[in-house]
């Protein structure tokens, strides 16, 4: 498990609009494109610097597929990066403010101090 990969996908995802709306349509060719060809490049680094060996295990793989914001976190995705790309994929199926937050915050109110460690 490597909460800085998903936390990487997370903040790459979140800054390419074409990525969001890719993930937004099919997320599992998007999660599976991702991880060939950007889970190893080094950020801010030419293209031929890259590592090898990065790789979601299962359960990642599952909660990115799934979308599934509440064990991302109990995964150790640090939350305002899940919050604001999932704004961006979901925000638009809403008609009141911030409804979408709302509900995001909701399905995270079992969570009891301490919580999960996010740091990488």
Known sequence: ???YLLN??????DRDPALVERYR??????VAWWESEMANQLLSCIVDERSTWLAFDDVERAALI??????LFE???HPF??????IALFERENTEPL??????????????????????
């Open 25 to 30: 349509s099919d997320p599992a060719a998007l």
């Open 66 to 71: 799934s979308r599934d914001h509440v064990k």
């Open 75 to 77: 995964l150790g995705a």
């Open 81 to 86: 990066l899940t919050l604001t790309l999932f």
């Open 1 to 3: 498990m490597s909460r």
């Open 99 to 120: 409804e979408y937050q709302k509900a995001f915050g909701a399905r995270l109110q079992h969570f009891s101090l301490p919580y999960p460690d996010i740091a990488t």
């Open 8 to 13: 990487k996908f997370l903040f790459t995802v």
